[in-house]
């Protein structure tokens, strides 16, 4: 099994920082694609931002220049550097895995898995 911890979420005030990361741990064989996505009140889901594993990224429009994906295969993880943050960047932000592992019966799967989700706001 796989498990997908979240951190970094918090209150923030406009054009602040935050550095988000997510963690995989388990009997993982390999990660390929690792993204983020947010969800604000009232609102869908929406793309954020992701890294495949060879290194090519893609961004949100609203989100270039502003905010980097970037990952440590060593470590399993997945970060997000959000600067310039704006009120409408208020969302709860998940990051989203595809990761092939060992399931309890020694079988491998392929999933796309989903963290927990981490609050971030935006405001003065």
């Known amino acids: 099994q796989v498990q997908l911890v979240e951190s970094g979420g918090g209150l923030v005030q406009p054009g602040g920082s935050l550095r988000l990361s997510c963690a995989a741990s388990?009997?993982?064989?390999?990660?390929?694609?690792m993204g983020w996505y947010r969800q604000a009140p009232g609102k869908q889901r929406e793309f954020v931002a992701a890294i495949i594993s060879g290194g090519s990224t893609n961004y949100l429009d609203s989100a270039k220049g502003r905010f980097t994906i970037s990952r440590d295969n060593a470590k399993n993880t997945v970060y997000l550097q959000m600067n310039s943050l704006k009120p409408e960047d208020t969302a709860v932000y998940y990051c989203?895995?595809?990761?092939?592992?060992?399931?309890?019966?020694?079988?491998?799967?392929?999933?796309?898995?989903w963290g927990q989700g981490t609050l971030v706001t935006v405001s003065s």
């Open positions: 989203n895995v595809n990761v092939y592992y060992r399931d309890y019966e020694g079988r491998g799967r392929y999933e796309a898995l």
């Open positions: 388990g009997s993982i064989f390999s990660i390929n694609r």
